[in-house]
T-cell receptor
Framework: GAGVSQSPSNKVTEKGKDVELRCDPI?????LYWYRQSLGQGLEFLIY????????KSGLPSDRFSAERTGGSVSTLTIQRTQQEDSAVYLC????????????FGPGTRLTVT | DAKTTQPNSMESNEEEPVHLPCNHS???????IHWYRQLPSQGPEYVIH???SNVNNRMASLAIAEDRKSSTLILHRATLRDAAVYYC????????????FGKGTHLIIQP
């Protein structure tokens, strides 16, 4: 079946502009995660959605970062007033349940802030 | 989530078995041991997970020490496609819901 998809695959933006990154999880998966990976680094957890519960935003690095998940499916990660240090690959993952179940990752969005 | 320790890199020959170690001496009784791998320019991919008993699936085997303070991911017959960074991750009931990835082990496969 279809996996996790993300768009765009690449995004180049100027410092100070806002960007929106989209994630389409696997159909039926109730849990959705956002991570980012800077060059040569491991993954950094950003935010987690589980069903209709309030999201776990504990990993968001600043208030310029926000995310929504509409209708329990598609999610959008928004970065306002982008900075050069925001340049990274942003990865989305979904899972069938939550903590104990394997996560399926999308291909990521490579964000470059110039 | 408790911390894991893995070698920075390992090298193996194609068609030979590979044993990737992971130390997790502070593991709690409810922590699951998960392994993911990340191929170049791709998102991470789930490999296997276990709690106490050894586990096998189509991709690999997971051998868990009796005291659970270490585990080994076993690739029975490595191919060039197995060249990736392998991450050992602990996930507990009380831990954060997001995965905590360390630096992992960079596995190099020689033809």
């Amino acid at each position: 079946g279809a996996g996790v998809s993300q768009s765009p695959s690449n995004k180049v933006t100027e410092k100070g502009k806002d960007v929106e990154l989209r994630c389409d999880p696997i159909s039926g998966h109730t849990a959705l995660y956002w991570y980012r990976q800077s060059l040569g680094q491991g993954l950094e957890f950003l935010i987690y959605f589980q069903g209709n519960s309030a999201p776990d935003k504990s990993g968001l690095p600043s208030d310029r970062f926000s995310a929504e998940r509409t209708g329990g499916s598609v999610s959008t990660l928004t970065i306002q007033r982008t900075q050069q240090e925001d340049s990274a690959v942003y990865l989305c993952a979904s899972s069938a349940q939550g903590r104990s179940y394997e996560q399926y990752f999308g291909p990521g969005t490579r964000l470059t802030v110039t | 989530d408790a911390k894991t320790t893995q070698p920075n890199s390992m090298e193996s020959n194609e068609e030979e078995p590979v044993h990737l170690p992971c130390n997790h001496s502070t593991i709690s009784g409810t922590d699951y041991i998960h392994w993911y791998r990340q191929l170049p320019s791709q998102g991470p991919e789930y490999v296997i997970h276990g709690l106490t008993s050894n586990v096998n699936n189509r991709m690999a085997s997971l051998a868990i020490a009796e005291d659970r303070k270490s585990s080994t991911l076993i690739l029975h017959r490595a191919t060039l496609r197995d060249a990736a960074v392998y991450y050992c991750i602990l996930r507990g009931r009380g831990g954060a819901d997001g995965l905590t990835f360390g630096k992992g082990t960079h596995l190099i496969i020689q033809p």
